[in-house]
């Protein structure tokens, strides 16, 4: 299977150059998989190139997580870290992403300076 890159993940989902949208599309028409860099680092441009707040954010990644070409690496942990993503209003998705994607690997606890990080379950405050 394919794999995409933060960019092309990005067109799919903002759809602001038709161009590359079309090239996008066609590249993932036959399916493609996502690695949890690239997605932690669409979140990020989402929120800091496009200016998505929260709620929009979370809608984004429940569609990554249903769409019908895509393949999330490790889908299980981006489903945990997205549902603690939503009831967490204060924490980032990539936080949780760490902290899920940690606990899949028995690593846990995460050890984090983040004070916010810090509550999470699975996380050790230093």
């Given at each position: 299977?394919?794999?995409?890159?933060?960019?092309?993940?990005?067109?799919?989902?903002?759809?602001?150059?038709?161009?590359?949208?079309?090239?996008?599309?066609?590249?993932?028409?036959?399916?493609?998989?996502?690695?949890?860099?690239?997605?932690?680092?669409?979140v990020w441009?989402?929120?800091?190139?496009?200016?998505?707040?929260?709620k929009r954010?979370?809608?984004?990644?429940?569609?990554?997580?249903?769409?019908?070409?895509l393949t999330?690496?490790?889908?299980?942990?981006?489903?945990?870290?997205?549902?603690?993503?939503?009831?967490?209003?204060?924490?980032?998705?990539?936080?949780?992403?760490?902290?899920?994607?940690?606990?899949?690997?028995?690593?846990?606890?995460?050890?984090?300076?983040?004070?916010?990080?810090?509550?999470?379950?699975?996380?050790?405050?230093?």
């Amino acid at each position: 299977m394919r794999a995409v890159d933060t960019n092309v993940l990005v067109r799919l989902v903002v759809r602001d150059d038709p161009e590359q949208v079309d090239r996008a599309e066609t590249f993932v028409a036959p399916g493609a998989w996502v690695p949890l860099l690239v997605l932690a680092e669409t979140v990020w441009v989402l929120d800091s190139v496009y200016g998505l707040n929260r709620k929009r954010i979370g809608t984004v990644i429940g569609m990554l997580i249903e769409h019908d070409r895509l393949t999330l690496q490790d889908e299980d942990v981006v489903r945990k870290a997205h549902s603690m993503f939503e009831s967490r209003r204060s924490i980032g998705f990539s936080d949780c992403l760490i902290v899920e994607a940690a606990r899949k690997a028995g690593h846990v606890p995460v050890g984090t300076f983040d004070r916010r990080m810090a509550r999470l379950d699975g996380t050790h405050g230093m």
